[in-house]
């Protein structure tokens, strides 16, 4: 059973930094393109970034990019997302997400018919 488990999702004041952590079991994990994306309350879930299954081809919405970085470790099957100079509108909860056939920036075309989802980690942005 496939199973990826969010974690290190808090509360920050803006400008502070978060890194948010998915721990993945059940599957080959270099396999698989990983990424994130999240949902603020009343809209819908949209793309932050994705990686390769080796770790190249970092690809970020427009609005984290410099700003948040993502970063694998295949050895301890983990994805991370590092978030820095967080704003109030980071608001959300974060998503971790893979999927075998699609590249990095193929995750960012469209979120449905991903392989897995996790269950997510909320992560509050003060102002």
């Known amino acids: 059973q496939v199973q990826l488990v969010e974690s290190g999702g808090g509360f920050v004041q803006t400008g502070g930094s978060l890194r948010v952590s998915c721990a993945a079991s059940g599957l080959t994990f270099s396999n698989y393109a990983m990424g994130w994306f999240r949902q603020a309350p009343g809209k819908e879930r949209e793309f932050v970034a994705a990686?390769?299954?080796?770790?190249?081809?970092?690809y970020y919405a427009d609005s984290v990019k410099g700003r948040f970085t993502i970063f694998r470790d295949n050895a301890k099957n983990t994805l991370y997302l590092q978030l820095n100079s967080l704003k109030p509108e980071d608001t959300a909860v974060y998503y971790c997400?893979?999927?075998?056939?699609?590249?990095?920036?193929?995750?960012?075309?469209?979120?449905?018919?991903?392989?897995?989802w996790g269950k997510g980690t909320l992560v509050t942005v003060s102002s």
């Open positions: 997400a893979a999927d075998q056939f699609r590249t990095a920036q193929g995750m960012a075309v469209t979120a449905v018919g991903i392989d897995y």
């Open positions: 990686l390769s299954w080796s770790g190249g081809s970092p």
